[in-house]
């Protein structure tokens, strides 16, 4: 099978021939382990995922530094991030919104909705990957750095207005850059919001579906009008809302399994989600010995695959990760994959 097809079948559950791989490599990698080291990770589990290799040149010309270079990076919103590590992101000190005075003259980056829609058709014709779209809403993070993070909390418990009326400016500009991408060649848009700490969900589950579940199902519904698959990454413990996720018709989700109990997972959502990863980052990847990282993957695999598909094998090459870790991660899925083995 083509990475296409394979990544479509384990979504559909359509009898994929392996389980399909996605390597997460945050540029701190190759500073830390060498790019010599990642790079032969990357050839010895090639990626099913890709995305077209078009720049948006109007939209990089709002963009000032690097954004995992230490130092300062404005982003196309103009969000400043301070970043004191290489080779990740920093974090905004100094938001653009911390005087609601200053929402009228927000200027969104409608550069972004200017595609080249030829070149990215090429790109998409002339791979055989899965390919993603070159965008990923994430409003509730977006207000954060808009707003600052201890504001949007504030201003969730008291049920701001003027929170309300940034978050429709947010998610109405997120509306748009879909239905862009959606009209576009590519197999899936991907929505990209951090939801939980370590042990529940960062707002109530009520408040989360009130506010929030109507702007997730919205992005939901542009990518299957097009035709699209839709994923949803999230760390932390999301248990409160997998069910809301597959509800509005999520196609693939991505969050910290082991912030939660697995088995429970398995046992209320197996087969009805496509499982987007993910293996330990905070303690196996980081720390465990191979047989353990193998034990990770099977527990997983036990709980949550099905030889007709459902389950990606995502992992994240980041700050902490062994490379040795992340090779026996794909080493024992590709052992699941082919044998069907979860024990």
């Known amino acids: 099978m083509t990475p296409r097809e394979r ?6 559950f359509d009898h994929p021939d392996r389980v399909p791989r996605d390597l997460w490599e945050l540029p701190v990698a190759a500073l830390k382990h060498g790019a010599e080291a990642v790079g032969r990770l ?4 090639p990626t099913d995922f890709a995305r077209p290799d078009v720049p948006n040149v109007a939209l990089q010309a709002l963009r000032e ?11 196309e919103w103009g969000c400043r991030f301070t970043n004191l590590q290489a080779g990740v992101i920093g974090e905004v000190k100094e938001p653009l919104l911390d005087d609601w005075s200053r929402l009228d003259g927000l200027r969104l980056p409608e550069e972004a909705l200017d595609l080249d829609f030829d070149a990215i058709h090429r790109a998409c014709a002339a791979s055989d ?6 965008c990923g809403p994430n409003p509730f993070e977006r207000m954060q750095f808009l707003r600052g993070s201890e504001n949007v909390y504030l ?5 701001s207005p003027e929170l309300h009326e940034l978050l429709r400016t947010v998610h109405g500009f997120y509306c748009r850059e879909l239905e862009r991408w959606a009209a576009t060649d590519v197999d899936g848009l991907m929505i990209v ?31 299957h009008d097009g035709g699209k ?27 910290q399994l082991f912030c939660m109990d697995i088995e429970e997972i398995g046992r209320r959502f197996r087969g009805r989600i496509c499982f987007w990863g993910e293996i330990d980052r905070q303690r196996i990847l980081a720390f465990a010995e191979p ?53």
């Not at 990544?7 to 559909?12: A, I, Q």
């Not at 990957?129 to 070159?134: S, V």
């Open 129 to 134: 990957h899965f390919m993603f779209a070159g």
């Open 229 to 255: 698959r839709i994923f949803m990454h999230s760390d932390g413990c999301i248990l409160e809302i997998y069910e809301d996720l597959i509800e509005i018709g999520v196609d693939a989700i991505n969050s």
């Open 65 to 75: 530094g690097e954004p995992t270079a230490v130092g300062t990076f404005r982003d």
């Open 291 to 343: 047989c353990e990282v193998r034990d990770a993957v099977r527990r997983v695999a036990a709980a949550l695959y099905r030889p007709e598909g459902g389950v990606i094998a995502q992992c994240e090459m980041g700050p902490g990760a062994k490379v040795e870790n992340v090779n026996e991660v794909f080493r024992a899925w590709e052992e699941v994959g082919m044998r069907g083995a979860v024990g």
């Open 155 to 159: 201003d969730l418990a008291e049920d």
């Open 193 to 223: 919001d951090d939801w939980g700490g370590q042990q529940s969900l960062l707002i109530s589950p009520a408040q989360w579906r009130r506010v929030f579940r109507p702007i997730y199902a919205d992005y939901v519904r542009i990518a």
């Open 7 to 12: 990544v479509h079948r384990s979504l559909s």
């Open 42 to 45: 990357r050839r010895r589990w």
